[in-house]
Structures are given as C-alpha cells and as structure tokens.
C-alpha cells in the first residue's frame, strides 16, 4: 500500500469547474510537494509546502498542508483543458534526508 | 526548465543484455536521483547520488547499479535487463538534498524501457 494515499485515483470534471484532489498520511509529514505530470513527458514542480496551515497558489491553483501536517489538498479553480495530466505528490520520510515517498497519482480530464 | 536531458527516449530491449540509461545536466547540482514509475506503485527511488563517486541505494536498487564521473553525468545500468524492469526511468536532480532548503527534484523526460 502507498505511504501517501492520493484521491480520487482519477477525475473527470466539466471545463470551468472547481476540483480538489487530496493527498493523506498516517504519519507527519515533512515537507509536502505537488507536481503534475503530463502524459509522456517528466514532473513538473507546482508547489512545496512545509509549515502546519501553509498554503500556497499558483495563478488557479492552490495548494494547503493542515496543520497536523498528515494532509495536503490540490485546488484547482475554474479549471482548462491546460489542467488535465496526472497530479502526484510526494513528501519527505522523517528517517532519510534522500527519499521522497510518493502518491500514486490523481489522473485529471478535462472535459470541453 | 530545469536542464535535464535523458537518453535514449525509448529502448526495447531482450531479456539478459545488459542497459545504460543516461542522465546529463547542465545545473551544477549536487544530488542526482533514478526513479522508475509503475502503475500503482507511483515513482520509487533506484539509486541517488550525493556527489561525484558518491552513491547509494534506494528502495529497489537490486538489479542496477550507477555511476556517476562527473557532476553532469549519472548512468543507470541494468546489469542484465528482466521483464520486471519494463518501466518508465526517470532522472531527478536537486540542489541540496532535503526539504527546508526549499529545494525541489526537477525531473528529465523519462526513459521508457521495455524489456521482452
């Protein structure tokens, strides 16, 4: 089983919807990073987040660590065709200054 | 965009040869690191790099082995390929090595490898 639980495993919402996409540990975690990923090709970085409560956004996305540091939301408002791809995050283990541990990834389309 | 360049792109290749995968970048940095990416297991870690000659394993690091001569340059190799490495490779690059430096992995494009 995944460390860092991401849901929904896939989304498909109207062009110009709001969605949110969750990403959840059993375990604190350590500096919490978003990236999306388009479909054949690498990561692209979106957001880190470190700090209980953070919250961070990026033109219509915003992203929020709660402030027990066990849960990350992906906010996307409004969303484009440009927002579909796959969102992952990934976020820092306690014991390894080197590995990240991953979600599985939330797959986005974007309907017309 | 951060420079990093895999290659090749794609590789098909038999069951028992041996593989190189390169990874060149033009960031200086220090850490360098080798995922692969499976459905349902998301990305996990091979092997990283702290520095020129400076290895260690990740969590599935059995079956590869790297090198790294020069800042630039990590190679991933398969020492002799199975269908259980069919997957896609990916290189990442950091500046420091952990969250608090405010230091992201940038990733290359990917390699996808299959092997038959």
């Known amino acids: 089983s995944q460390e860092l639980e991401q849901s929904p495993q896939s989304l498909i919402v109207q062009e110009g919807k709001n969605l949110t996409i969750n990403c959840t540990s059993s375990?604190?975690?350590?500096?919490l990073y978003w990236y999306k990923q388009k479909y054949g090709e690498g990561l692209i970085f979106l957001m880190m987040l470190q700090k209980g409560g953070e919250e961070k956004s990026h033109e219509k996305i915003t992203a929020k660590l709660d402030e027990k540091k066990q849960q990350s939301s992906l906010h996307i408002t409004a969303s484009q065709p440009s927002h579909a791809g796959i969102y992952l995050c990934?976020?820092?283990?306690?014991?390894?200054?080197?590995?990240?541990?991953w979600g599985a990834g939330t797959k986005l389309i974007i309907k017309p | 965009d951060a420079g990093i360049t895999q290659s090749p792109r794609h590789k098909v290749t038999e069951t028992g040869t041996p593989v190189t995968l390169r990874c060149h970048q033009t960031e200086n940095h220090r850490y360098m690191y080798w995922y692969r990416q499976d459905p349902g297991h998301g990305l996990r870690l091979i092997h990283y790099?702290?520095?020129?000659?400076?290895?260690d394993k990740g969590e599935v690091s059995d079956g590869y082995s790297v090198s790294r001569s020069k800042t630039e340059d990590f190679l991933l190799t398969l020492e002799s390929a199975t269908s259980s490495q069919t997957s896609v490779y990916f290189c990442?690059?950091?500046?420091?090595?952990?969250?608090?430096?405010?230091?992201?992995?940038?990733f290359g494009n990917g390699t996808r490898l299959t092997v038959t």
């Open positions: 375990k604190t975690l350590y500096g």
């Open positions: 990934g976020a820092h283990r306690m014991d390894s200054n080197y590995q990240l541990i």
């Open positions: 990442a690059i950091s500046e420091r090595p952990r969250t608090g430096y405010n230091s992201p992995l940038h």
């Open positions: 790099s702290y520095g020129v000659k400076d290895t």
